[in-house]
């Protein structure tokens, strides 16, 4: 079946760095790929969606500077979380859809970012 | 608009008894519905899913989940909960091409 993996899946960092989290599907191609961000007991919010070869696109309160996206290739897309604040600790998850239309997203097992 | 709603925040279960946790949604366009489970600490296990066709889906770990369009309701259910059910669970709708809108998710807690 359809695998996505997401590294690392823990990271710790000092406020002020960036962090750069990796959502790979592995045996499919995905055009099109979502980056969630899940706080502790609460559900999923969509941060952004994100299109092989274009721009991200945004959902309305985050801020796509701090929050670069990067969907270089059609198994890769990057999360860049800059000069990372504590507030910005989360749990963070990339699904990707395949491209074939097969409509299911698949999701990675997530990244815990820690800032401290 | 979107949404989805899970009216039941926590749910407390004995072992072997049934469940079911409710989901209505709203959407635009004909839904795909989607069922997940997540452990402390995991990622999204996906339990179910609806396009269309049947409205009685089957999914893992003994789950089924009936879809009533005139009701917009998605509930889940498993007739004997086993402990190792206890997890939140999420229900999503979703469309090709779009994001998913999730609920706000029920925790379980299963009771020896």
């Known amino acids: 079946g359809a695998v996505v993996s997401q590294h690392p899946s823990w990271v710790i960092c000092k406020s002020g760095t960036s962090v750069k989290i990796e959502c790979r599907s592995l045996?499919?191609?995905?055009?099109?790929m979502f980056w969630y961000r899940q706080f502790p007991k609460q559900s999923l919010m969509l941060m952004a969606t994100s299109n092989e070869g274009s721009k991200a696109t945004y959902e309305q309160g985050v801020e796509k500077d701090k929050f670069l996206i990067n969907h270089a290739s059609l198994t890769l897309s990057t999360l860049t979380v800059t000069s990372a604040h504590p507030e910005d600790s989360s749990f963070y998850i990339c699904?990707?859809?395949?491209?074939?239309?097969?409509?299911?997203?698949?999701f990675g097992p997530g990244t815990r970012l820690t800032v401290t | 608009a979107q949404s989805v709603t899970q009216p039941d925040i926590h749910i407390t279960v004995s072992e072997g008894a049934s469940l079911e946790l409710r989901c209505n949604y709203s959407y635009g366009a004909t839904p795909y519905l989607f069922w997940y489970v997540q452990s402390p600490g995991q990622g999204l296990q996906l339990l179910l899913k609806?396009?269309?066709?049947?409205?009685l889906v089957q999914g893992i770990k003994g789950f089924e989940a009936e879809f009533k369009r005139s009701q917009s309701s998605f509930n889940l259910r498993k007739p004997s909960v086993h402990w190792s059910d206890a997890a939140e669970y999420f229900c999503?709708?979703?469309?090709?091409?779009?994001?998913?809108?999730f609920g706000t998710g029920t925790s379980l807690t299963v009771i020896p």
């Open positions: 699904s990707a859809e395949g491209r074939e239309g097969v409509y299911e997203q698949y």
């Open positions: 609806y396009f269309s066709g049947d409205t």
């Open positions: 999503a709708v979703g469309a090709l091409g779009n994001q998913f809108y």
């Open positions: 045996d499919f191609q995905a055009t099109t």
